[in-house]
């Protein structure tokens, strides 16, 4: 990893030393914005505006050039004193996101929504604007999202479990086709090797993390983190019987789940209950 470079006779402003990090880490990469655009998985003009401060890009941007620059955790924290709004992205988050990077395998369980590594850009963006996002900003991190999804491409993509709540496939998106795209989207992301897909009907009742998104982190070496979401805030756990107590309420919603191939054909069933076009 790249040692960090000392700060004196660089700018202190902020946005300027974010950017001035920015084209620094490309210049000792030898690669061209394009080049890097086509590497990351976003147009290559935003980076060119990253690097001339005329936009900050979004935190999921940043991760994804630390990771490529290989200066984990760096560039977020630059984006952060940038951003000016500490409250915006708070450290635990920031750190989640590196580690995320980092893993060798993922288990998650969504209470409502997707996960952004299964969404495709119609869900997000619907998703994202009920969060109260418009216009460029919106665009923006709906492309940001799409880029995130790489993590699960190639050959050495970690393994992902995901536990899907009867109630996110169950909530449609306005628009018919892109929903009938969604549902078709999970079920083929199901068919990978290192995708397992499960659903949890509602019939099962209760359970232990009725009103919590979790995300499994196992990191190299063996030690694995979780991170919490609700509606309001996210909340990165390391203590391991924190951790261990997540982990038990997890594998006992599992044990009520669908086996893989029986969700799979969950998925499939819903997908034949959507039109294939909206009346007129």
Request: with cysteine; hydrophobic share 40%; aromatic share 6%.
């Amino acid at each position: 990893m790249p040692q960090r470079r000392v700060v004196t006779g660089r700018s202190q402003e902020p946005r300027q030393r974010f950017a001035e990090e920015l084209r620094t880490l490309r210049a000792r990469s030898g690669l061209s914005l394009r080049q890097v655009g086509e590497r990351l998985g976003w147009d290559w003009s935003l980076f060119g505006k990253m690097e001339k401060g005329e936009t900050l890009g979004s935190p999921e941007v940043v991760q994804a050039l630390d990771t490529h620059y290989g200066t984990p955790g760096l560039l977020l924290a630059l984006w952060e004193l940038a951003a000016g709004d500490h409250t915006q992205f708070r450290e635990r988050y920031r750190r989640y996101m590196a580690l995320e990077a980092k893993a060798v395998s993922l288990w998650h369980f969504a209470v409502s929504v997707l996960p952004g590594l299964l969404q495709t850009p119609g869900y997000a963006r619907e998703v994202l604007a009920a969060g109260g996002l418009k216009g460029k900003e919106l665009e923006q991190q709906v492309e940001a999202r799409m880029g995130r999804r790489e993590l699960l491409d190639g050959e050495d993509a970690p393994p992902f479990r995901t536990i899907l709540s009867e109630a996110v496939l169950r909530t449609p998106l306005r628009e018919l086709g892109e929903w009938r795209g969604q549902l078709e989207y999970v079920a083929d992301m199901a068919e990978r090797s290192h995708v397992t897909m499960q659903v949890l009907p509602l019939s099962v009742g209760m359970h232990g993390l009725d009103s919590t998104a979790l995300m499994f982190l196992r990191l190299p070496g063996g030690v694995t983190v979780a991170y919490t979401e609700n509606a309001h805030r996210g909340e990165l756990i390391e203590e391991n019987a924190s951790v261990e107590r997540l982990h038990r309420a997890y594998d006992a919603m599992r044990d009520l789940a669908l086996s893989p191939a029986e969700s799979r054909k969950f998925v499939l069933a819903i997908l034949e209950e959507v039109p294939c076009e909206a009346s007129i």
